[in-house]
Structures are given as structure tokens and as C-alpha cells.
């Protein structure tokens, strides 16, 4: 199984930023689309973020303006950039790629 490995979470306060990694365990240099998705508590997963092999980039309503996604194919990361916070931004993110597994997400929690 090809896997990613989700790291950076954590406590953060509303207005506060944070960056995620997401670690694969093979090349993604021929992965046309990496992506983020978040699943707040008791809720589905849902699409945040997407960067294609060429860098261009498409977000949800919710996070525009606030969220940046990039990729570092030489050393096979993935990035979210997380900024303004906010308590609903509450949630596990995930990294996906389309011949990668779902891996275990990092919990993000926005409280003051």
C-alpha cells in the first residue's frame, strides 16, 4: 500500500495559524492531484484543498483566502497552511492522492 503520513496538528487558538505536512511514501512527482480534507467530530470528511503536479491550486468556500496548499514533489510533502483560524476549523485532516490509502490525519482543535 502506498501510504501518507499526516503530521502538524494541535491546540491553537481562534486567529491563530498552523502548518501541516503530509509525508508520502513514494514519489508524487507523477500524482496529478494531491489533496486535503477535513472531518470534524461526528461529521463526514469533506474536500478542503487540492494542488495539481503543475501547482495550480482550488480550495473551498470556507477556506479561501485563509488556506494555502503547495508540494514539494522532490522530497514527496505535501503542505496546508492554515491561517485566521477558527473554532469550526475544528477537525482530523487528511492527505489524499489518488493511488495513496487514506492515513490516520492529524487532529487540529481551534479553542480559546
Known amino acids: 500500500q502506498l501510504q501518507l503520513v499526516e503530521s502538524g496538528g494541535g491546540l491553537v487558538q481562534p486567529g491563530g495559524s498552523l502548518r501541516l505536512s503530509c509525508a508520502a511514501s513514494?514519489?508524487?512527482?507523477?500524482?496529478?492531484?494531491m489533496a486535503w480534507y477535513r472531518q470534524p467530530p461526528g461529521k463526514q470528511r469533506g474536500w478542503v484543498a487540492s494542488a495539481t503536479s503543475d501547482a495550480l491550486t482550488s480550495y473551498a468556500d470556507y477556506v479561501k483566502g485563509r488556506f494555502n496548499i503547495s508540494r514539494n514533489n522532490a522530497n514527496n510533502k505535501v503542505y496546508l497552511q492554515m491561517n485566521s483560524l477558527k473554532p469550526e476549523d475544528t477537525a482530523v485532516y487528511y492527505c489524499?492522492?489518488?493511488?495513496?490509502?487514506w492515513g490516520q490525519g492529524t487532529q487540529v482543535t481551534v479553542s480559546s
Open positions: 489524499k492522492g489518488s493511488e495513496f490509502s
Open positions: 513514494a514519489s508524487i512527482f507523477t500524482v496529478f492531484t
